[in-house]
């Protein structure tokens, strides 16, 4: 570990907290079932409480970012793990009004860690090995959320959903040491003007927002398949620990190929191809799923290919910023991508209530996928014609 580069080791640690972060994402995914039976709740409701943890960001997500430029990106993240931390401890609580207001607090903590640590990545990797960093940086996610599929629907049949949520607090409670302890800022750092201004030109905020509309609408789109396709593999027999196990490997398999993409990425030097066919792919899959006989063809064609996009989207802030403008303008990608995180699930939750079937989640998983790749043609028509206009 010692001869390992320091800026391995930070991102690392940062690896490490948005991993916690996603686990705790996945606490309600994973115990849907009981969180209805429990509280009383709907499908629709289900999806609105999975989207809550993300609400906060559509407000914070910039504010945040311009508070990092007068406290501190690391300030920050402490404070956010801190509130993800009592947030889950209220979510404990088996009653609606602390669920809700609980996955509130939680999902305003995970805006500072969400927006800051992809800076704090940033700022490491800006100069080499970016896409590669952000492909390990991104697969803490999938690593998260599988974790919880695996420990959750278990842990929540034996003690209730209550110590799910106590667990997953308690995990991020360990990772708010670690950043406290390991964690410091390169020493190459750019200096941010103490402010609480907005400075980025007109080209940075469109190319900012259409790369935030990319990432919000792929991961919507990820975290609807998770959370939604259990009930389908259910409807086709499967138990709910069976389904939670055969989705986790959506997580599992997309832990290692969302690095080993971006390392590809970088030697094929196609990131347009790799993003647009990974999308297209992952959308025709997910629209095949509810109306084939076996399902498990086209759910191998989302195994394999979605992590395909992930680094190569989480590098175009880089591309659309400013290295002074990074916090703020990881605000804005994050306002989008909390706006798509927020609505989206719960849109797909209602989709399945006002349905009646557990094929309209899915479908509506797979048109977020074609919605980021318009985005992507219009970052990229974006990007040439400012460049141009310049």
Same mark, same amino acid.
């Given at each position: 570990?010692?001869? =390992?580069?320091?800026?391995?080791?930070?991102?690392?640690?940062?690896?490490?907290?948005?991993?916690?972060?996603?686990?705790?994402?996945?606490?309600?995914?994973?115990?849907?079932?009981?969180?209805? %039976?429990?509280?009383?709740?709907?499908?629709?409701?289900?999806?609105?409480?999975?989207?809550?943890?993300?609400?906060?960001?559509?407000?914070?997500?910039? #504010?945040?970012?311009?508070?990092?430029?007068?406290?501190?990106?690391?300030?920050?993240?402490?404070?956010?793990?801190?509130?993800?931390?009592?947030?889950?401890?209220?979510?404990?609580?088996?009653?609606?009004?602390?669920?809700?207001?609980?996955?509130?607090?939680?999902?305003?903590?995970?805006?500072?860690?969400?927006?800051?640590?992809?800076?704090?990545?940033?700022?490491?990797?800006? %100069?080499?090995?970016?896409?590669?960093?952000?492909?390990? /940086?991104?697969?803490?996610?999938?690593?998260?959320?599988?974790?919880?599929?695996?420990?959750?629907?278990?842990?929540?049949?034996?003690?209730?959903?209550?110590?799910?949520?106590?667990?997953?607090?308690? =995990?991020?409670?360990?990772?708010?040491?670690?950043?406290?302890?390991?964690?410091?800022?390169?020493?190459?750092?750019?200096?941010?003007?103490?402010?609480?201004?907005?400075?980025?030109?007109?080209?940075?905020?469109?190319?900012?927002?259409?790369?935030?509309?990319?990432?919000?609408? /792929?991961?919507?789109?990820?975290?609807?398949?998770?959370?939604?396709?259990? %009930?389908?593999?259910?409807?086709?027999?499967?138990?709910?620990?069976?389904?939670?196990?055969?989705?986790?490997?959506?997580?599992?398999?997309?832990?290692?190929?969302?690095?080993?993409?971006?390392?590809?990425?970088?030697?094929?030097?196609?990131?347009?191809?790799?993003? =647009?066919?990974?999308?297209?792919?992952?959308?025709?899959?997910?629209?095949?799923? #509810?109306?084939?006989?076996?399902?498990?063809?086209?759910?191998?064609?989302?195994?394999?290919?979605?992590?395909?996009?992930?680094?190569?989207?989480?590098?175009?802030?880089?591309?659309?910023?400013? #290295?002074?403008?990074?916090?703020?303008?990881?605000?804005?990608?994050?306002?989008?991508?909390?706006?798509?995180?927020?609505?989206?699930?719960?849109?797909?939750?209602?989709?399945?209530?006002?349905?009646?079937?557990?094929?309209?989640?899915?479908?509506?998983?797979?048109?977020?996928?074609?919605?980021?790749?318009?985005?992507? =043609?219009?970052?990229?028509?974006?990007?040439?014609?400012?460049?141009?206009?310049?």
């Amino acid at each position: 570990m010692m001869n =390992v580069p320091t800026r391995w080791r930070m991102l690392l640690v940062l690896f490490l907290a948005r991993t916690a972060m996603a686990y705790q994402f996945q606490t309600v995914p994973s115990t849907g079932p009981f969180l209805i %039976d429990n509280l009383g709740i709907s499908f629709g409701q289900l999806g609105t409480l999975i989207g809550l943890y993300m609400l906060p960001g559509i407000a914070i997500a910039l #504010p945040s970012g311009m508070l990092a430029r007068a406290l501190g990106a690391e300030r920050m993240v402490l404070i956010g793990l801190a509130l993800m931390a009592i947030g889950g401890a209220l979510m404990s609580v088996e009653a609606v009004l602390p669920a809700f207001a609980g996955r509130l607090v939680s999902g305003l903590g995970a805006v500072f860690v969400n927006v800051l640590m992809t800076k704090m990545v940033t700022d490491w990797f800006a %100069d080499r090995d970016i896409v590669p960093a952000m492909a390990v /940086f991104v697969a803490s996610w999938p690593l998260g959320l599988a974790l919880g599929l695996i420990s959750f629907p278990p842990l929540a049949a034996h003690g209730g959903p209550a110590i799910v949520m106590g667990a997953a607090a308690g =995990v991020v409670a360990l990772c708010l040491a670690l950043v406290a302890l390991i964690y410091r800022a390169p020493p190459n750092a750019p200096i941010e003007a103490a402010n609480l201004k907005l400075e980025l030109s007109r080209r940075e905020w469109l190319l900012i927002s259409l790369a935030g509309l990319i990432w919000g609408s /792929f991961n919507a789109g990820y975290v609807i398949f998770v959370s939604f396709l259990p %009930d389908l593999f259910t409807l086709r027999g499967y138990s709910l620990v069976e389904a939670g196990r055969t989705v986790s490997l959506l997580a599992w398999v997309v832990i290692a190929s969302v690095p080993l993409a971006g390392y590809l990425a970088q030697w094929l030097q196609r990131p347009n191809l790799l993003m =647009v066919g990974g999308f297209a792919l992952v959308a025709a899959a997910g629209a095949a799923l #509810p109306a084939v006989a076996a399902p498990s063809v086209p759910f191998t064609v989302v195994l394999i290919v979605i992590g395909i996009p992930a680094g190569l989207i989480m590098s175009l802030p880089a591309q659309a910023l400013r #290295p002074q403008n990074r916090s703020t303008g990881m605000g804005v990608f994050y306002t989008w991508h909390f706006a798509a995180m927020a609505v989206l699930p719960a849109l797909a939750g209602n989709a399945r209530d006002i349905a009646n079937s557990a094929a309209a989640p899915v479908l509506f998983a797979a048109a977020t996928m074609v919605l980021a790749a318009l985005a992507l =043609v219009s970052f990229r028509i974006v990007q040439r014609r400012t460049k141009e206009a310049a």
